[in-house]
C-alpha cells in the first residue's frame, strides 16, 4: 500500500492512502481523542494515480480540516489509520514531545527485541516496528514519508534492497549484534516451539521463509547432542539456507537466497562502520548508553537488553559441533572483529 501526509497545518490535513486492491475504497480511520472514531472516504482524486496503474480511479486523497473535525487544530494527539489493517498512516504530536530524528534499527534477532521498540514509540512521532511483515512496498514507504522529520523504523531486512531510501532521506541506522551460536540456538528452539504448536512467533510470511528450518528441527531432540551433529553434518542446502550466516546476509545480500562470499566479511564491516550505533547483545549497557545519547534520552528509559538462559546453554553446545561452525563461518568473524574493536573502547 501508499500512504503518505503531505501537509499538516493545524486546521488541516492532507494526504493520501492508496489500498492493496485496484479498485478498492480509500477510507482511513481517524482517531483524535475528541469523541469515538471516524471513518472518513477518500473526497479529492489523484490522476497520477490512474496514469501509472496504482488505482482505477484515483479517489485515493483525502483533506481534513474544521469542517471534518470541529477543533481540528487544537487536537495534539489525532492518529490516522488504515481501517483494515490497523497500520498507523499519521500521528500528531507536538514537536517538543519528540525526537527530531529519522532512525531505523536492523532487526538482527528472529525473535524481535520488542521491548526496545516500544520503549522508544513515545519518543517519535511515526513509529513502526517489525516493518519486514508489512512487505517491501509498505516498507519502502515508510522511509519515503513526508513530514516526517521524527521517525522511528525496526524491521529484519536485506539492508541493501532499502538503502537508497535510508540514505535519501536522511535515515540513521543502529542495530544490536548477537554471538552467531546464540542466534543459531535461538531459531532452533522457536522453530520447535512453532512445529509443536507451542508458539505462534511467526507469522506467515516467516512461516514460508523459514519453512526448511520447520521441516529441519520437527524431528530434532534440541537436547542430544549427538542427534544435533548428525543432523548439522548432512543438512541439506535448503535447509543450511535457513541458518547459515544471517547477519552477514542481511547486511550485503539483495535477495532471500544469496549466500555469504568470502568478500562478504569485509562489505559486513564496511556497512557497519556507517552505522550511528552497533550494540552487542554481551554490553547491553552499553548499548543502551549510546543509543541514548545518540537521542538525548535519559538511559533510565530504555531497557537493557539481556540473554535467555536456555538459549545460552544451547549454544555453547552448539560451539562444540564443526559443522555449525562451517555454517556460521562469515558471521562469527564480523562478530568477534566488532567485539574486539568495542572491547577496546571499553
Partial sequence: MYFNITADVGDGITGYFVPDSFSGKSV????????PPLLFDANWAIPSLVDVGRHETGLCGFRLDDVTIPGLAGIVDLEIHDP?????LYRRRPPEAVVK?????LETHLTPLSALDAALDRH???HYAGIER???????Q????????????????????YEFYLENRGFETICMLRDPFDELAERLIVLKQVTEAESSALDERDRTLFEPGLEFVAALDLSDDRQLGRAFRSVSRADAMVFTDPLVRSLTARTPDEFARDASVASALQTLSTFAVVGLREYPDHFSESLSA???LDPATLPVVGEVEAVVELGRRLRAIGSVKSLLEYD?????QVKTALEKLL
Fill in 124 to 126: 517519535f512521532q511515526y
Fill in 294 to 296: 545518540t537521542l538525548g
Fill in 134 to 140: 508489512l512487505g517491501h512496498e509498505t516498507a519502502a
Fill in 28 to 35: 482511513v480511520r481517524i482517531e483524535h481523542g475528541q469523541g
Fill in 84 to 88: 483494515y489493517t490497523g497500520l498507523r
Fill in 142 to 161: 515508510i522511509f519515503l514519508l513526508d513530514c516526517a522529520e521524527s521517525s522511528y523504523a525496526s524491521g529484519r531486512l536485506l539492508l541493501k534492497s
Fill in 101 to 105: 530524528a529519522k532512525l531505523f534499527r
Fill in 332 to 336: 562469527i568473524e564480523v562478530h568477534g
